[in-house]
């Protein structure tokens, strides 16, 4: 299974790649405010993503309280195949504490099933394979949706709400629910807040509720140039949980 999926991963490598040849100087049809943006990425729309996290953790145990830091770049490649559907690659570098691309690498497909002046919604697939380990990545489920409730305010999922376990005997499967809104400050900066009202264990995970054992933010802030190129920064972390804090950097090329 695992040499079948690696070899599925090759052949869609492969196709992004020549997909990036082929419209390296497509024209961008998509608008320069993040909040007016589809769902998927329009048809014929190379996406090139790029940053550095910086993930710190502690904890404390019978020796006394411990930290680590950790610093890796997320990259990612996406194309909108048509205007409704698009793939995207996700990977990233570890940069420290030890230098490594043996991490894990997803594709993700989404499908546009619906939009109008207000609302649009994708359905979205994900998966892949971990390089350090071999083992077959979670099957992610989800409907990425956006409410915009006027021009400069909007109500959103991101999507990726179920999450199945793949490797191992156990199996997990979890529910999440994660809401956002999003502003449109002026139309070249954008922000968002993030949250995750529950995590619903239905196999072999445990439950946790907003408020009661979590209150995870993600805040972001988004620069646009133009509608061809985004510059950003985001801050992750469970207010009632300080233990895992992630600050993040990253750019983005649309050609």
Known sequence: MIVRFKNILCAILLCGTCAATSVARATVTQPLEIIDRPRTLPGGTLELAGGVDLRRTSYTDGTGDHAQSYLSAPLGLGYGI??????????????????????????????????DAHVSAAAQVKSGIDLGNNDVRPLVIGINAQYRVTSTFALFTPGEQLSVGLAGGDHPIGLDLPVGVG??????????????????????????????????????AFYSFSNRADVGAHLAVDLKNTNNILFGVLGRLFL
Not at 88 to 112: C, E, M, N, Q, S
């Open 183 to 220: 502003l449109q400050f002026t139309p070249q900066v954008f922000g968002s807040l993030t949250t995750n009202l529950a995590h619903i264990g239905i196999a072999n995970e445990g439950n946790a509720f907003i408020l009661a054992d979590m209150l995870p933010v993600d805040v972001a």
């Open 82 to 115: 048509s205007n409704d559907f698009d793939i995207r690659i996700f990977y990233g570098v570890g940069l420290h504490p030890t230098f490594t691309g043996k991490t894990p690498v997803d594709i993700r497909l989404a499908y546009t099933f619906f939009r």
